[in-house]
């Protein structure tokens, strides 16, 4: 029987955090943090990362893990996630795949390969210079006249995986899109389970809403301040982050606060929306609606402890 793994996914706001937690103290389960922000330390208001008292004793990986200057990107989060399973599964224990990075969490469950071309350090450094010097969007619309699938896939605010489409490009003359597909059909290595949560989307948008106004009450401009003394940048990927870059504008006079927080509210839907594109073209995605379970999380975990025992990742004990 191949390794388990259990992936909870689904929009930002969606309530994945707390479900999570309950999943595995019930299946004797252990988190790894599937999120692009929470890995580091010094920004938690604005990518609402758990505090450690909401982890109830059940251990966290990929949280708090580096410093917002360095690097962190889907290749790193691989490697580090199937070192941590790996660890995960010696203790006998099950990881849960949390958070809503679809691409990460795609490159983890199909073993995606993205080691057979080697980087291009000038091309990458030219493509950075542009993107200084003509802005984002003109990079973006680079990307879209070779590699339209991907152009669509990206937001050309993601400057970092524009750039690596447009770099694999250079360096194959295939798209990484059509790559990324080949990769994608290949089934996955573990006996897993691939559970998607969310919500109706106005309720959805509500509570993206009500988390960013928390976010603010709790601090975030105070967090933002901080970070920026520290000599955190905005050119760092850490701090094109969404609520980062936003009350870094403020900060620097370009808008009000008022106007921050409306823009932070307003990409965040947006963010929402695209995931949930993501997901619904994932294949074997269980779908979890609270819609049609309800608010509370007992039918839901029901549900998912059902299709755990069916796929023989649990045991009827295990349960127990």
């Given at each position: ?39 580091y330390r010094g920004m938690d208001i604005g990518s609402a990362k758990i505090r450690p008292e909401e982890m109830q004793g059940v251990p966290h990986y990929l949280i708090d893990e580096l410093e917002p200057d ?227 999380d007992i039918a839901i975990l029901d549900r998912m402890l059902q299709i755990l025992q069916q796929r023989k990742i649990i045991s009827m004990r295990e349960e127990g």
């Open positions: 029987m191949a390794n388990p793994l259990v992936i909870l996914t689904g929009p930002t706001a969606a309530g994945k955090t707390a479900l999570s937690v309950r999943l595995a103290k019930l299946i004797g389960g252990e988190i790894i943090s599937a999120d692009s922000m929470q890995v360095e690097p962190f990107h889907v290749v790193k989060f691989q490697e580090l996630a199937k070192k941590y399973m790996e660890k995960i599964w010696q203790k006998g224990k099950i990881p849960i795949l949390t958070g809503g990075t679809g691409f990460y969490i795609q490159a983890v469950l199909y073993d995606i390969d993205f080691t057979e071309n080697e980087e291009n350090t000038e091309y990458r450094k030219s493509l950075e210079e542009t993107a200084r010097r003509e802005g984002a969007e003109a990079l973006h619309r680079r990307l879209a006249a070779v590699d339209p699938k991907s152009a669509e896939q990206i937001h050309a605010n993601n400057r970092k995986r524009v750039i690596r489409a447009l770099e694999f490009y250079h360096l194959t003359g295939t798209p990484i899109s059509e790559h990324n597909e080949q990769e994608h059909q290949k089934s996955s290595p573990y006996n897993s389970a691939y559970f998607v949560l969310t919500d109706e989307r106005p309720v959805l948008y509500k509570r993206i809403d009500r988390r960013v106004d928390q976010m603010l009450e709790d601090g975030l401009v105070e967090e933002v301040l901080r970070l920026r003394e520290k000599g955190y940048t905005r050119d760092m990927v850490s701090m094109q982050g969404l609520g980062y870059k936003e009350i870094l504008d403020y900060l620097e006079g370009a808008y009000s606060l008022e106007e921050a927080v409306r823009i932070i509210k307003r990409d965040t839907r947006h963010f929402a929306k695209r995931q949930l594109t993501w997901f619904r073209r994932e294949r074997d995605v269980i779908w979890l609606s609270r819609e049609q379970y309800g608010a509370g």
